[in-house]
């Protein structure tokens, strides 16, 4: 349900009442159904979802039918301020995370999508994370992952995530490059079922222009990650200068761009496919999608917020999960 003063709680009420997923999976919201009721009271959006009780739900995880809210009780509905930074509301997206990855590794949820929480109030709670990947990533022992985003204008994956620019050339290794490359591969294989074909970003201005700029993280740390891929099979170039990569000609011709830092790929996800790009970490044994978009604390429980990401979010969470296991249809997906 992400961050209860954000826009998690209207979007997901969304979800639950549109029929438009149905044929994909099984929706089950995993946040607190008394902030549920006080916003549906706010926008006007009906909230008649059956309640599964915490205690409840790991004998009743594959009987649900219908969309459904697993009610975590993580704190007082009556408490929360819509677009305030409060370390309560922090603690309690951290707890809808947590049983959220406890469903995942059970095998009790198919997969997981995840609404928006605030960085602010998460750290406030004491959770010291930047962000949900690096706590997926974590919690779930990944041994190594990776951010991709997914649309139908571009497909952006990440080296280097949540951190400083000033730290992005130290954190930048040939092995990481390579982990990478490898994981997107695999993903958007999976999705379109042939070999894809891939771009790799340099890190500097102009690539570096063989070597003027930057301390040769193209020639001595990006290119030997190419060059070892390509040897192994990938169909794949660079490093290409990030200023021209994104040109319409060669998004055409590209199924992936390996993006060395976050603005690198986020910059022209957002502004060719704002409403669409869905977040998703790669790596994880349980797929994991979320919306692209933060707790738009500003108009936060107003009935101003769109669920178009978070529906995109969810039917990627469906067709990732059933490619992985073709045999299961409809079922529930966080």
């Given amino acids: ?27 089950v919201v995993f946040g607190d159904a008394g902030v549920l009721r006080r916003v549906s009271e706010k926008v006007g959006v009906s909230f008649t979802a059956p309640i599964i009780k915490k205690a409840a739900w790991p ?8 969309p459904s809210v697993l009610d975590l009780q993580c704190l007082d509905a009556a408490s929360v301020t819509p677009g305030q930074v409060d370390a309560r509301c922090g603690n309690a997206a951290f707890c809808y995370v947590l049983a959220s990855i406890e469903a995942g590794l059970n095998g009790e949820v198919d997969a997981i999508t995840t609404a928006p929480l605030n960085k602010e109030a998460l750290h406030a709670a004491g959770h010291k994370y930047p962000g949900h990947t690096e706590i997926f990533a974590e919690l779930m022992k990944a041994e190594r992952s990776c951010m991709t985003f997914f649309s139908e204008e571009l497909t952006c994956s990440l080296v280097t995530v949540h951190v400083g620019y000033h730290e992005v050339p130290a954190a930048l290794t040939t092995r990481r490059i390579l982990d990478v490359i ?15 074909r891939l771009a790799v970003l340099g890190l500097n201005p102009h690539a570096g222009e063989h070597g003027l700029f930057g301390r040769g993280e193209e020639e001595h740390i990006i290119a030997p990650a190419v060059v070892a891929a390509r040897a192994a099979g990938s169909n794949i170039i660079g490093p ?22 976050h603005d690198q790929a986020l910059i022209p996800m957002k502004a060719l496919a704002f409403d669409s790009a869905v977040n998703t970490t790669l790596g994880l044994p349980v797929v994991r999608t ?12 107003q009935g101003k917020a769109s669920a178009e990401n978070l529906f995109a979010a969810v039917r990627l969470a469906a067709k990732l999960a059933s490619l992985a296991k073709p045999s299961k249809t409809n079922s529930p997906s966080v």
């Fill in 1 to 27: 349900m992400g961050d209860p003063a954000g826009i998690g709680p209207e979007i997901c009420l969304r979800l639950l009442t549109s029929a438009d997923l149905a044929h994909d999976c099984v929706p």
């Fill in 59 to 66: 004998h009743r995880s594959r009987e649900v039918r219908r």
């Fill in 182 to 196: 490898e994981l997107t591969a695999e993903a958007v294989r999976r999705q379109r079922g042939r070999e894809p």
């Fill in 240 to 261: 290409l200068p990030p200023d021209t990569a994104f040109l319409p000609a060669r998004r055409r011709e590209t199924d992936a761009f390996i993006c060395m830092y």
């Fill in 290 to 301: 979320s919306v692209d978009h933060g707790t738009a604390f500003d108009i936060a429980w």
